[in-house]
């Protein structure tokens, strides 16, 4: 049964809209000024306040901010005098649901009730969400006990709390989507997007498509205006993935948003603007990649900000046995069978592996 507090100083008033309430099927609980309505808050932890402006040891406005500092997900409905629409606006900026004039009828309160309701649930449901994508994609996933691989995780843990371009460098295999997701949720942004583009998997053309869009008519086959990857990852982080296979002339459209914020769609002359973290990685080595030709030294400088490098699995002295029996229980978890022991010739085999393709190969493997 979901719980509403109702925060008034005249006892006329609770007690008409409690009964109000409770013929809808809600639970509630009261209170007559801010003091005794932060301790209802955290005892009788509530889904909606309906809370009136005026109090006597302050005001309702000021109180939606303490309410939802000390619970987020509750949703705060502002009781206003007639026609007192300034305190109803400011209730919204401070993190109100809504507010509503007192004596309006049931008319309008009881739905707008329903929906702050709802709007509570669905708050609980994407806590949960965020909390359960935030434990997968966190740290604490990234398995190993080596030094080499702490060194690259403390790095990585450093660096997520800034905004600045990282470089991920290593072998194929060796875990930089899953370093980049953990940058990303153990960050600000977390609660934005994380889009990955593999920029090997696409041909130049498509590829710029792709990332920066285009605007309809702009070639063969555009029938309408596409947003690309790089605005779907707005306020979030876009991964770029083997950024090594990046054609050079692509290179300059990215080094611009890096410097600027900015970049201009296939068929359109004015700059789309982005604010988006960028996270690059790379099996190649670019400064040779630089000398070659191949690689813009201006980018490279860009990106390297924040260079990591992640160690093949042949380095990582004692993390093949440990990868290998959480993969076992990770598959027997999904095809809902006991987790086998493993036999200790097997894990010495394990061991003796050059393992060129790293997890991803031991993984595959297993």
Known sequence: MSKIL????EVQIRTLLTRMMELEGYDVCQAGDCRAALKQLELQNPDVVLCDVFLPDG??????????????????????????????VQAIKNGAFDYITKG?????????????????????RLEKLEKKVGQTYSFDSILGESKVLKDAVSLAQKVSGTDVPVLLTGETGTGKEVFAQAIHYSSKRARQNFVAVNCSSFSKELLESE????????F??????????????????????EIGEMAFELQAKLLRILETGEY??????????????????????????????RFREDLFYRLSVFQIHLPPLRERAGDIRLLAKAFIKSFAEQLARPVVEIAPAFLEALDSQPWKGNIRELRNVI
């Open 104 to 124: 309006d009828d049931n008319n309008k309160i009881i739905p707008l009730i329903s929906r702050a309701v709802e709007k509570a649930r669905m708050n609980v």
């Open 211 to 218: 990332m920066f869009g285009h605007k309809a008519g702009s």
């Open 6 to 9: 109702i925060i008034d100083d």
């Open 264 to 293: 201009i769609k296939i068929g359109d002359t004015k700059p789309t603007r982005v604010n988006v973290r960028i996270i690059a990685a790379t099996n190649r080595n670019l400064s040779q990649e630089i000398v070659a030709g």
């Open 59 to 88: 005001n309702g406005v000021d109180l939606v901010l303490a309410i939802k500092k000390a619970a987020p997900n509750v949703e705060v409905i502002l009781l206003t005098a007639h026609g007192n629409i300034p305190d109803g």
């Open 220 to 241: 063969t086959g555009a029938l309408k205006d596409k947003k690309g990857l790089s605005e779907e990852a707005n306020n979030g982080t876009i991964f770029l993935d």
